[in-house]
């Protein structure tokens, strides 16, 4: 630890504890952010610095050193790492990681407000960010655009974990008022009640509400004001202010921000779950389908089934004609035949031809009466049915003829009940891409989920190749990197199922024990008689054939060894010398 000096609250210092100061990049309530690097290593760092009013805090030090020794544990890919903490004279500090780029406060002021896709997968960051903290005991009670930077790569980190909480338990309040921000401060925060992790979440509500709308769900000329929103104002929803966003984010983002902590979600996993499931269900809904309660006249309205919204006709959207078109097309069909050349004539006087074509249009009219007079249950039992049939084949036909109808009813009892069906079907779509998935690195998007499918092809060329060991090593591999991380449950389940799948057909090719084992007594029998070639030659057939088959590890070491202990070149029957 440094000599103690006396530095003035306004000025900046050059150096703090072992960190030489570059400049300054922010300052809080709480303390000045600045950019410095380590005088030894020249490790590049930001430093904060705590206001010399908090240090005189009774009991707030100790406190504080508490606090930074559990943060310091806490790692994760989208929370601002810490690395160091000390006292340096008055200056109480830590030093942590230092991210290029900007707040997504900056961003906000620059652009206003994001597309809605990409507040989802921030948002997904952000939720990893809070499990992590959470399950370690740490509450942020801070979560708001400035305390989220933004790398350059897209990635988003959370800063100043965990240090109001230090602060939370003493009588200091800043600037007069409660710890925390008052735009997105929680009800319960603001009336100074208990705060737990879905105080969190219902700042990550907001957050997500700045980041759609480009405001805030609640301000007022005074902090007072806007908590006294937040306890007893309804904000209004955010598809109100942008239609455009999918039905299912306003619903999120809405259950964040109740006002009663036990009607948010349970914790940050399950809104994780939650911005994932709304990705694949915005997915299925874009594709065409036919409601139960909407007309399917050729002058019907069709409706937008992402936002809920009209959009226009089906005969301006491309639908597809009724049985009564049909019908007509056929028979306008005849009569324009008769100014037709006389080939095209004697083709549709044809009576065979006309007769089945007229099968055709009963048929056709049969399985669209049929289809259409499903209901909401005989079409999910339909559809499981036909995915219990099989599951690579038909995942397709499921997915848009039978479960995306029923997504598209936006109904939670329906959401709830299609979930484990709709996993299946994303494990069977992605296994048939992994089949035109290139193997180089880099190709395509970038991203753990890229890197999971790079490595599922290229265990699935090691079939190909008959590699089968390495294979089965490959996926066993990713398995353990996989497992114990909520984050990649689907792509574990996806690499299980292709592990199962792997071993049962392995079971089914796997050599037959007495089929090998006589082909070596024979070869043995062959060696004993001075037919040397002849035994040599069943040997290597036996280590070419089943070298990767696990099963038949110990036969294939035993010609091995027969061939380790034949001199070679073989030559006229004997070992050469």
Not at 93 to 110: F, S
Not at 327 to 340: G, V, Y
């Amino acid at each position: 630890m440094t000599a103690s000096r006396q530095i003035p609250v306004e000025a900046d210092p050059s150096r703090v504890g072992p960190y030489l100061i570059d400049r300054r990049l922010g300052a809080g309530g709480m303390g000045t952010v600045y950019l410095g690097h380590h005088e030894q290593t020249g490790n590049q760092v930001a430093v904060k610095v705590l206001a010399p009013s908090l240090a005189r805090e009774e009991g707030l030090v100790a406190r504080f050193m508490r606090e930074i020794d559990s943060l310091q544990k806490l790692k994760n890919p989208h929370v601002v790492e810490l690395y160091d903490q000390g006292v340096d004279g008055n200056m109480h500090y830590y030093a942590m990681e230092y991210v290029e780029g900007e707040t997504l406060t900056a961003r906000l002021r620059r652009e206003k407000r994001l597309p809605w896709r990409e507040v989802v997968e921030l948002s997904i960051q952000i939720c990893i960010a809070l499990k992590a903290a959470h399950d370690a005991g740490i509450i942020h009670r801070d979560l708001k655009p400035s305390n989220l930077l933004l790398a350059p790569d897209g990635e988003i980190k959370l800063t100043d974990f965990g240090v109001a909480q230090v602060f939370a338990g003493s009588k200091l309040t800043v600037t007069g008022g409660i710890i925390g921000t008052a735009e997105y401060m929680s009800p319960e925060q603001g009336q100074g009640r208990r705060i737990t992790k879905r105080s969190d979440l219902y700042s990550l509500g907001a957050v997500m509400y700045v980041m759609l709308t480009g405001r805030p769900p609640f301000s007022g000329k005074t902090t007072l004001d806007v908590i006294h929103k937040h306890t007893y104002s309804q904000f209004d929803r955010p598809r109100l202010r942008v239609p455009d966003i999918p039905h299912w984010l306003d619903d999120i983002v809405c259950q964040l921000m109740e006002k009663d902590p036990e009607k948010r979600f349970a914790d940050a996993y399950v809104v994780n779950r939650k911005l994932q499931e709304l990705l694949r269900k915005v997915e299925l809904s874009s594709t065409d389908v036919t409601l139960d309660n909407v007309s399917t006249s050729a002058d019907a309205p069709t409706v937008d089934v992402a936002s809920g919204q009209r959009v226009g006709s089906a005969r301006g959207m491309g639908a597809g004609p009724g049985p009564g078109t049909l019908m007509h097309d056929l028979f306008r069909a005849e009569i324009d035949a008769q100014n037709a050349p006389s080939r095209l004539k004697a083709i549709l006087e044809n009576t065979w031809l006309l007769v089945g074509a007229l099968v055709i249009v009963v048929v056709g009219i049969a399985f669209w009466t049929h289809n259409r007079a499903l209901t909401s249950e005989q079409r999910f039992d339909k559809g499981v049915a036909l995915l219990d049939q099989d599951e690579r084949a038909n995942w397709r036909e499921v997915r848009d003829d039978y479960f995306a109808p029923l997504v598209a009813l936006q109904s939670p009892e329906w959401d709830e009940k299609l979930k484990p069906y709709l996993d299946r079907v994303r494990i069977a779509e992605r296994k048939a891409g992994l089949e035109k998935r290139p193997l180089r690195r880099g190709a395509g998007k970038r991203g753990p989920g890229s890197e999971i499918d790079r490595i599922l092809a290229w265990s699935r060329q090691q079939q190909e190749q008959g590699d089968i060991a390495g294979a089965e090593k490959t996926l066993s591999d990713l398995a353990a990197l996989l497992a114990g991380n909520p984050q990649y449950e689907p792509d574990l389940r996806l690499v299980q199922e292709s592990l199962d799948e792997l071993r049962d057909r392995s079971a089914e090719t796997s050599a037959d024990s007495s089929f090998v084992s006589a082909a070596l007594d024979r070869a043995d029998g062959l060696a004993k008689q001075g037919k040397h070639d002849e035994a040599a030659r069943i040997w290597q057939g036996i280590v070419d054939l089943y070298k990767n088959d696990p099963q038949a590890a110990p036969l294939v070491e035993r010609a091995q060894r027969q061939l380790r202990a034949t001199p070679g070149p073989i030559s006229g029957g004997k070992a050469a010398p």
